[in-house]
């Protein structure tokens, strides 16, 4: 059984580029969680995806924004990026019938220039 | 204030001490809590929940203190194996969690 996986691992953009960064969970899941994580900081919440809707969201702009699709995965783009954009991007998935527990892909590295 | 604060360390002991870390959180309507560990270059894997009773996983012990708004983790007998950054990490009313910026722990031979 693959783990929550994430593409791509790593990513240089310039400023004002677009990126789309993608995330399949874990078989039985169906909740994606979206995760940016500077150096040295906790990982901070950028919203989150149950059936194919955005079910809450952090203190991001709208810059910031995403999609699930019907197969559970999901994406997050970000539009004219910024170089504080440059951070680690983490997704977590659910286990489907509310178990609390998340279950972190390994990221995805973007460094904006 | 931030929502979740966490000595930010670093923590550096012997093998075979004993350490705590120590959490504490602004929204007392917080329903959730857990310790996560993140090795360097890695994604967060759960550590424990963290009940109102507290509980313990061998060398770990989780204590919540809900008046206080705190939360701890005790390793007893730390491993070279245990360096680590830990996060603590809060469940709110509704979906969002918030991490905190984590404790990083070495432990030296």
């Known amino acids: 059984d693959a783990g929550v996986t994430q593409s791509p691992t790593h990513l240089i953009k310039t400023r004002g580029q677009q990126v789309t960064l993608r995330c399949s969970p874990k078989?039985?899941?169906?909740?994606v969680s979206w995760y940016q994580q500077a150096l040295g900081q906790g990982p901070q919440f950028i919203f989150q995806y149950y059936e194919e809707e955005e079910r809450q969201r952090g203190n991001f702009p709208d810059r910031f924004s995403g999609h699930q699709f019907p197969n559970y995965s999901s994406e997050l783009n970000v539009n004219a990026l910024l170089l504080g954009d440059s951070a680690l991007y983490l997704c977590a998935t659910r286990l489907a019938g509310g178990e609390e527990t998340q279950y972190f892909g390994p990221g995805t590295r973007l460094l904006v220039l | 204030r931030k929502e979740v604060e966490q000595d930010p360390g670093p923590f550096n002991v012997p093998e075979g001490a004993t350490v705590a870390f120590n959490c504490t959180y602004s929204n007392s309507a917080s329903q959730s809590f857990f310790w996560y560990r993140q090795d360097c270059r890695k994604e967060p894997k759960l550590l424990m929940s963290?009940?109102?009773s507290g509980n313990e996983d061998g060398r770990f012990t989780a204590q919540l203190n809900r008046a206080s708004q705190y939360i701890s983790l005790l390793i007893r007998d730390s491993k070279l194996s245990d360096s680590a950054t830990y996060l603590c990490v809060v469940k709110t009313g509704g979906f969002k969690t918030i991490f905190g910026a984590g404790t990083r722990l070495f432990v030296k031979a």
């Open positions: 963290v009940y109102s």
């Open positions: 078989s039985g899941h169906d909740t």
